[in-house]
């Protein structure tokens, strides 16, 4: 509405009086008539309504304005989110930085070739069963090859996976450093749980998680974060004790990122138990091909070629 334009008429009585400007309206029902019983129109209107109803009826077309306004913000910055994340003409993901953008280029990566990962998760499943879990830690690097070859363009199949035999002995000693933190912390909490129950303490569930999980669960968090770059490392030629270094020294220069980085990956992972553990056949590509956008951002430049292990200004 423009305030000083002199198009508004109003009953004062029985005359009609105007043409003025709503700011004059406006003054009226601020010194004479209740702008609830001062009846006004504009020139041509078909009809008078009270100057209440006017300015109730501005202010919902300002509201709906603002939110069209609003709507069309949030989808040009959800297009440009979009248009930033995405692969260009090539198929190669630009490197950008945030995790939120690192998860919404996993999802393009694992959802737009569903059933290759599906199969890849599947053939890696059969041969860790058929091999006592020996296959495991190689196979999960074969899952992040296939993840770094998405990132850059190029097509993967299931039986990519067995590419993670190539570096079998970098992935076996960079697995066994979570796997003796996790035996330790088992152990750990048994003896704390033993200790408590022959020295006869009787505590609740909730103490008992408040005082021993919880804290066992931010420690493997903790390592996840400052190991977060390991895998992707260890998939593109990195030996063992190179990644560790690598990603401590990268993802421990912003260890509160990469911390709120692995608590988003675990949601992820627990909502993949929904249906019986199905959707960890889409979850756990998902958390993996998020690492791997990470550490292409930090790890490597404009052209894609391998930097030092420093973390980017």
């Not at 009609?16 to 029902?29: M, N, R, Y």
């Not at 945030?98 to 280029?105: F, H, L, N, R, S």
């Not at 059933?115 to 020996?134: Q, S, Y």
């Not at 919880?214 to 990644?243: N, Q, S, T």
Request: proline share 4%.
């Amino acid at each position: 509405m423009n305030r000083e334009e002199a198009v508004w008429y109003y009953l004062l009585g029985k005359r009609t009086l105007g043409p003025v400007s709503w700011a004059e309206i406006e003054q009226i029902t601020d010194d004479t008539v209740d702008a609830d019983d001062l009846l006004v129109a504009r020139g041509g209107d078909d009809e008078w309504l009270t100057a209440s109803d006017v300015i109730e009826a501005e202010a919902e077309e300002a509201r709906a304005v603002e939110e069209r306004e609003a709507a069309e913000r949030a989808r040009e910055k959800h297009e440009r989110i979009r248009t930033e994340i995405s692969p260009g003409p090539d198929g190669v993901f630009p490197a950008v930085d945030g995790v939120g953008k690192w998860i919404g280029q996993a999802a393009q990566m694992v959802l737009k070739r569903i059933w290759v990962w599906i199969g890849a998760l599947v053939l890696g499943l059969l041969t860790v069963t058929l091999t006592l879990g020996i296959a495991g830690p190689p196979l999960l690097v074969g899952l992040y090859m296939m993840a770094l070859d998405r990132f850059r363009g190029r097509a993967v199949r299931a039986t990519d996976v067995f590419r993670g035999f190539s570096r079998f002995l970098p992935a076996w000693g960079l697995g066994l450093a979570p796997l003796a933190v996790t035996i330790s912390a088992t152990i750990l909490v048994g003896l704390i749980l033993q200790s408590m129950g022959q020295s006869g303490v009787s505590e609740t569930r909730e103490a008992l998680t408040v005082l021993v999980v919880l804290p066992m669960a931010a420690l493997l968090l903790g390592m996840g974060a400052v190991l977060f770059y390991a895998g992707p490392l260890i998939a593109d030629g990195r030996g063992a004790w190179e990644a560790a270094r690598g990603s401590w020294t990268v993802a421990g220069a912003d260890f509160g990122l990469h911390f709120r980085a692995m608590m988003l990956l675990g949601l992820i992972l627990m909502l993949g138990n929904i249906a019986c553990y199905v959707g960890l056949l889409v979850s756990v590509p998902i958390a993996l091909c998020t690492q791997v956008a990470g550490y292409m951002y930090r790890f490597r430049d404009e052209q894609g070629r391998r930097t030092s292990m420093r973390p980017k200004g």
